[in-house]
């Protein structure tokens, strides 16, 4: 102990021996009140506060747990009632079979292949409504969008086009 921290000592010793019986009780009291208010102070309404703050983050998270497993089924059953995108068939046999499907399979002069996830079509005289019928039946069942389009009305015939198309199907 160094002579400084001695004579504090002293100080204080002589300083408690000057006082009576019940200043030294007044003293003890208010040094335990001020010691219990230290420690609600500094310990424990920190901690309950950090509890509380806890506590509830913990009810919000499980609030964004509960959301997220609700969404998560909805887009699962979506990604279930979504139809396929594409049946895998090449582009140039999906062509043909939709063409049959949709009624415009004679009207089918020409089909080329463009990459290998897509193709170049030709029609010729070909009827508006169904040539729209085939185009809806290449997106929705066998993924391919058109990209390029040109369509020309046919004199004479009405409602009848010539139609060049490019489709392609996402990779």
């Not at 921290?5 to 408690?16: H, Y």
């Not at 729209?132 to 086009?161: F, K």
């Amino acid at each position: 102990m160094s002579s400084k921290d001695r004579s504090a000592l002293t100080a204080l010793r002589q300083f408690w021996d000057a006082r009576q019986s019940r200043e030294r009780w007044v003293l003890i009291i208010a040094g335990i009140a001020l010691l219990a208010l230290l420690y609600d102070s500094l310990i424990y309404t920190p901690i309950t506060q950090k509890r509380q703050q806890a506590l509830m983050q913990l009810d919000a998270n499980r609030e964004l747990v509960a959301w997220m497993q609700d969404a998560a089924a909805t887009l699962a059953a979506r990604r279930e009632a979504v139809p396929a995108r594409g049946t895998g068939a090449s582009p140039m046999l999906a062509a043909e079979r939709r063409a049959s499907e949709a009624g415009v399979r004679q009207a089918l002069e020409r089909r080329e292949p463009v990459g290998r996830n897509g193709l170049r079509v030709a029609f010729t005289a070909v009827s508006f409504n169904d040539l729209a019928r085939w185009i809806e039946l290449m997106q929705t069942q066998e993924g391919l969008q058109v990209t390029r389009a040109s369509l020309v009305p046919v004199d004479g015939r009405p409602s009848r086009v010539n139609a060049e198309l490019t489709l392609e199907r996402d990779a």
